[in-house]
């Protein structure tokens, strides 16, 4: 693998940046991996790439139907925060905050993650009660958090209206300084790079099309191109979840929706923060390039098909309008719907299943890119070892049949 | 945007008038106490997910207020049927042809109106 770095940038201009190497290889399905991994997202390819460099475990395939992160990793608004409320889920966000905040180095590739901050807005007492509650839990959990009033609020985004006259005034917000955003294609294609170098091989449109079972073990999958034999599969595969696991013979509490998200024409800088309002309803941000990032619930209706409704791309406006009354000239530039997996409590599922050596990671909902570099760190130790990791064992997916929820509804600061 | 006809008011009306209220056809256990942990826990969280044809409750929420049943393609996202409670959809997975779900595949783009 060629480093990146100034220098070579230079010396790369002395050739017209025409000699650059190209970031992965794109090689011929082998007969047998140790490890397959369904999914060439971010988290598919976090996982490929944390079993080769970390665990050991060189002889790994990617296998994605498309193209290299072209599902949610490429649709989501790119929110990192890790201020959740239960145990269970601050550790495992907060492990994914810890690998983002050395991930450009450790991967020699700028995935751009700034660490402008997250405000998670209230606008009734219960929201203020709950953001109290909240902050409490994660700063017991090591996790920064800080409680604002609106005068806070006000300072930190003065171009919000957080006037007592809002049809829902602001009444404060729950501030995570080391949360921000990351550049999300950036981050599949920098784990796509270093996994590669360490000898993963990823293989696009390459679609699974079966599992090969036998006595209630898997031996490997079917595709359109070819059987590929492994003794240990990992499906990474969000919105489709649910249609991989019923070719494995069992169902997965998870339901698809439609996530929608649109941008703007890009503008002057004038939003340094994330803002994020639960009541409201609505979250938005401004990229390096200038346009507004603006998302908020899902379609409620289950879908595949990318996209969503006019009436939820309207709420969404309504909402930032509400907040930012400033913005209500501003243009919208793209719209576009992801497929996310929803999970009964708004948990992942990181588990081992009825399949013998058959695992999913899955269920992320709508939240999944914050938890990219630690969900696939916990799951390629998993993999590893054919024992789920320490901060995966609470995730599994017998807990919808023990009990055992984690239940982030609301509590982790957004809807659902 | 779906324009979704209501079968208790006879009548097409826009999308925002509806909301969509999951799986259609759930029996509730007939005795709850009765229930090993898996099918109670299967009852409450485990859903049908198909890609393809699904049936759903949807509820006409400033309409008639009344909850009915569609059938819908989860791809091409085309409305196949609404029917009442308590009745039997006449358009399943199976009864669809294999045709019929490659053209549904090959119109994804562009919500049918």
């Not at chain 1, 985004?157 to 949360?179: H, K, L």
């Not at chain 1, 990351?182 to 993963?200: E, L, N, P």
């Not at chain 1, 990791?389 to 049949?401: G, T, Y």
């Amino acid at each position: 693998m060629q480093r990146y770095s100034g220098f070579g940038l230079v010396k790369h201009a002395l050739s017209h940046h025409e000699n650059w190497e190209r970031q992965w290889r794109n090689p011929t399905p082998k007969k047998q991996y140790d490890v397959i991994i369904v999914g060439g997202g971010g988290h598919g390819l976090a996982t490929a790439y944390y079993l080769a460099k970390e665990f050991g475990v060189k002889n790994v395939a990617v296998i994605e139907k498309g193209w290299l992160g072209g599902g949610n990793t490429a649709r989501n608004t790119t929110i990192v925060r890790s201020n959740y409320l239960w145990d269970e889920s601050a550790a495992l966000y907060e492990h994914a905050m810890k690998l983002w905040e050395g991930l450009s180095q450790d991967l020699n590739y700028n995935v751009m993650f700034s660490q402008r901050g997250v405000l998670n807005l209230g606008h009734t007492l219960q929201d203020m009660r709950d953001i109290q509650r909240r902050v409490n839990a994660n700063r017991l959990n090591g996790i920064d958090g800080e409680v604002l009033d609106a005068k806070g609020v006000q300072e930190l985004v003065p171009i919000m209206d957080c006037s007592a006259s809002a049809r829902y005034p602001v009444m404060g917000a729950s501030w995570q300084p080391r949360a921000g955003v990351a550049r999300h294609d950036a981050v599949a294609w920098g784990y796509a790079r270093g996994a590669d170098a360490h000898g993963v091989d990823i293989l696009q449109q390459t679609e699974v099309t079966g599992f090969k079972i036998r006595d209630g073990k898997i031996y490997g999958v079917h595709t359109n191109r070819g059987d590929i034999e492994a003794k240990t599969v990992g499906c990474v595969t969000a919105g489709n979840s649910s249609v991989l696991a019923k070719m494995g013979g069992f169902n997965l509490p998870l339901e698809s929706h439609p996530l929608q998200a649109l941008v703007s024409e890009p503008i002057k800088p004038i939003l340094d923060t994330v803002v994020m309002s639960n009541q409201v309803h609505g979250y938005i941000s401004q990229s390096d390039k200038g346009d507004l990032v603006i998302g908020a619930g899902i379609d409620g209706y289950n879908g595949y098909g990318q996209r969503g409704s006019y009436p939820t791309v309207e709420h969404t406006l309504q909402a930032i309008v509400e907040m930012f009354p400033i913005f209500s000239r501003v243009r919208m530039n793209r719209q576009w719907g992801g497929i996310v997996d929803t999970c009964p409590d708004a948990c992942p599922i990181i588990s081992k299943t009825p399949v013998k050596g058959l695992y999913f990671n899955c269920g992320w909902g709508t939240g999944g890119f914050k938890a990219t570099p630690g969900s696939g760190h916990v799951f390629a130790a998993s993999l590893a070892k054919g024992e789920m990791h320490p901060i995966a064992e609470p995730f599994s997916m017998f807990r919808f049949h023990s009990g055992a929820l984690i239940d982030e509804h609301g509590a982790a600061g957004v809807a659902h | 945007m779906f324009y979704i006809y209501c079968p208790y008011c006879g009548e097409h009306r826009e999308e925002e008038e509806f909301h969509p209220k999951g799986q259609a056809h759930l029996e509730r256990p007939k005795e709850p106490e009765a229930c090993s942990d898996e099918e109670w826990g299967d009852y409450l969280f485990f859903r049908d997910n198909p890609r393809g044809v699904h049936h759903e409750m949807w509820v006409h929420a400033v309409g008639c207020r009344k909850f009915f049943n569609v059938t819908r393609h989860t791809v091409s996202y085309e409305i196949l049927e609404t029917y009442k409670m308590g009745e039997q959809p006449s358009i399943t997975a199976d009864s669809q042809s294999q045709a019929r779900e490659g053209a549904a595949v090959s119109q994804q783009e562009g919500v049918r109106a």
